[in-house]
């Protein structure tokens, strides 16, 4: 099974559905009394939100290219999934259209020092590097470079409002002034 016979078979599939695919992942099973499982992760071509509808007629469409083509000789499960908040970035048209968000990103062979980096994506440029802001100075890596990229949704989390103090707290902290 080549990757990119499941590439040339799924990204078209999913075009004619308004899909977009983001990523293909496809684990073998250790023996004969395990199953592989190929993970596909879309999104729509509109950037609406996904739903489960939506995988579950992803799933349909795929699995009947699937069985027709038969590119996996084992038996395997078919997972669909959306990208979801701590989204990978795997094309270059990622790390154009989410410039500005925190993310993480981790190299194929070490860069100053290091593999994994977290930082704010600055963006791609006409040459096809990518840039990240890091609390030690910018990072700059292709696309060929990386390993694994992906947003990191810790800000949002940290940014969500606090629950509010209570009347006492707020009393404590007035006397305290």
Do not use: W
Not at 2 to 22: M, N, R, S, T, W
Not at 80 to 104: C, N, W, Y
Request: glycine letters at 6%; a negative charge.
């Amino acid at each position: 099974m080549i990757p990119q016979k499941l590439e040339q078979l799924i990204e078209p599939a999913l075009a004619d559905l308004g899909f977009e695919c983001v990523r293909i992942r496809y684990a073998g099973g250790a023996g004969k009394s395990t199953r592989g499982q190929l993970q596909i992760m879309a999104e729509p071509v509109d950037l609406r939100e996904m739903t489960v509808e939506d995988c579950a007629i992803i799933s349909r469409h795929l699995s009947a290219v699937l069985d027709v083509e038969d590119p996996i000789s084992d038996a395997y499960q078919l997972e669909i999934s959306s990208p979801g908040m701590d989204r990978p970035l795997t094309r270059q048209k990622d790390f154009a259209r989410f410039a500005g968000e925190l993310v993480k990103i981790t190299l194929k062979q070490m860069l100053e020092g290091q593999k994994r980096y977290r930082g704010r994506l600055v963006g791609i440029d006409d040459d096809g590097v990518i840039h990240v802001e890091t609390a030690t100075g910018r990072v700059s890596a292709s696309l060929d470079q990386i390993d694994t990229a992906k947003i990191d949704p810790t800000e949002f989390f940290s940014t969500q409002k606090q629950p509010a103090k209570t009347l006492k707290q707020a009393r404590n902290n007035k006397e305290e002034a």
